[in-house]
T-cell receptor, first 110, second 114 residues
Framework: EDQVTQSPEALRLQEGESSSLNCSYT??????LFWYRQDPGKGPEFLFT???AGEEKEKERLKATLTKKESFLHITAPKPEDSATYLC???????????FGTGTRLKVLA | NAGVTQTPKFQVLKTGQSMTLQCAQD?????MSWYRQDPGMGLRLIHY???????DQGEVPNGYNVSRSTTEDFPLRLLSAAPSQTSVYFC?????????????FGPGTRLLVL
C-alpha cells in the first residue's frame, strides 16, 4: 500500500535556527514527490516537485532534496513568516493519485 | 487568471440534505481532483478527473459523486449528507507537462453537517 509519512508532527524553531523536515515514502513507481505550504484557513500552496533521487530544488530559504526512500525540506535561517504547515505528497506511477502525508506544523519564534 | 475557485466558502447542512460544491479553473488543466482534509488525517483524495468526460475514484469516494462535462468545471455532489462528511474540501488542478507538474489548490469549502 502506498504511504507517505512526515516527521516531526510539529517543530518549534528560533528565528535563524536551521532545521530539516522529513518525508518518508513508499509509493509504487513514484512519478513525482511534491512539497506544499499551507497557512491556516487556506489551501495548500505548491512549493516544489522532485522527480529523481539526487534532485534538489531551492526557493529562498527552502531547499528540497530527494532520495529513493525519503525527501527532506531544509529550512535555512527561518523567519517567523515561514511558520506554516508543510505537506509532502507522492504521485504513484501510471495514475494521477496523490498520496499526502499528515504534514509538519512549523512555528518560528522571533 | 483566477486560478482555482471554489464556492461556497462555508456551508451548513442537515443530515440527509444534498448539495453541490463548485470548482472551476481557468488554466486549461486536464487534471482536477477533490480532497477532504480532516484533523490528523491529512488530505485524502475523493475523486479525480483526467479530462472532460473521464472521472475515477480516489481513496474515500463513498457518499460523493462527480462529473466533468467541461475542462473548466468539476463539481462535487454530496448525495445525502452525513455528519461524517463534516470536513474542509479542497479542489485542485494540475498541469501535466513533463518535468513541470504543478498542482494548484482552491481556497477550500468548510462544510458542517448537523
Amino acid at each position: 500500500e502506498d504511504q507517505v509519512t512526515q516527521s516531526p508532527e510539529a517543530l518549534r524553531l528560533q528565528e535563524g535556527e536551521s532545521s530539516s523536515l522529513n518525508c518518508s515514502y513508499t509509493v509504487s513507481g513514484l512519478r513525482g514527490l511534491f512539497w506544499y505550504r499551507q497557512d491556516p484557513g487556506k489551501g495548500p500552496e505548491f512549493l516544489f516537485t522532485l522527480y529523481s533521487a539526487g534532485e534538489e530544488k531551492e526557493k529562498e530559504r527552502l531547499k528540497a532534496t530527494l532520495t529513493k526512500k525519503e525527501s527532506f525540506l531544509h529550512i535555512t535561517a527561518p523567519k517567523p513568516e515561514d511558520s506554516a504547515t508543510y505537506l509532502c505528497a507522492g504521485r504513484s506511477g501510471g495514475t494521477y493519485k496523490y498520496i499526502f502525508g499528515t504534514g509538519t506544523r512549523l512555528k518560528v519564534l522571533a | 487568471n483566477a486560478g482555482v475557485t471554489q464556492t461556497p466558502k462555508f456551508q451548513v447542512l442537515k443530515t440527509g440534505q444534498s448539495m453541490t460544491l463548485q470548482c472551476a479553473q481557468d488554466m486549461n488543466h486536464e487534471y482536477m481532483s477533490w480532497y477532504r482534509q480532516d484533523p490528523g488525517m491529512g488530505l485524502r483524495l475523493i475523486h479525480y478527473s483526467v479530462g472532460a468526460g473521464i472521472t475515477d475514484q480516489g481513496e474515500v469516494p463513498n457518499g460523493y459523486n462527480v462529473s466533468r462535462s467541461t475542462t473548466e468545471d468539476f463539481p462535487l455532489r454530496l448525495l445525502s449528507a452525513a455528519p461524517s462528511q463534516t470536513s474542509v474540501y479542497f479542489c485542485a488542478s494540475s498541469s501535466s507537462g513533463t518535468g513541470a507538474e504543478t498542482q494548484y489548490f482552491g481556497p477550500g469549502t468548510r462544510l458542517l453537517v448537523l
